[in-house]
Nanobody, 121 residues
Framework: QVQLVESGGGLVQAGGSLRLSCVVS????????MAWYRQAPGKQREFVAR???????TYADFVKGRFTISRDNAKATVYLQMDRLQVEDTAIYSC???????????????WGQGTQVTVSS
């Protein structure tokens, strides 16, 4: 019943920007921790950014101030604003949620289907 649906990927030139969105249906979004991961061709999936239900944020080192994660609890949506994109950022970006289904109960992990981001030189 829980679904995570990403959008906003596409083709952009190096130095450009994209904003990814992940809409969550089901569960208690405001109580859930959310994150973005990515997987480049031939590489393992890697962590990009995380935002907790309380708004605490963690970034991977490679973000280096270029990406910004945020959330809108009223819209049950988490965003990833990506600026100064580099060719090395080309990957499938996936939304991850540790979704709280019931108050005071442990959460369950869910993944979105992913959205392709391609950065050209």
């Amino acid at each position: 019943q829980v679904q995570l649906v990403e959008s906003g990927g596409g083709l952009v030139q190096a130095g450009g920007s994209l904003r990814l969105s992940c809409v969550v249906s089901g569960g208690i979004f405001s109580a859930s921790d959310m994150a973005w991961y990515r997987q480049a061709p031939g590489k393992q999936r890697e962590f990009v950014a995380r935002i907790t239900n309380g708004g605490s944020i963690t970034y991977a080192d490679f973000v280096k101030g270029r990406f910004t994660i945020s959330r809108d609890n009223a819209k049950a949506t988490v965003y990833l604003q990506m600026d100064r994109l580099q060719v090395e950022d080309t990957a499938i970006y996936s939304c991850f949620g540790h979704i709280i289904l019931r108050p005071l109960r442990p959460g369950t992990n869910y993944w979105g289907q992913g959205t392709q981001v391609t950065v050209s030189s």
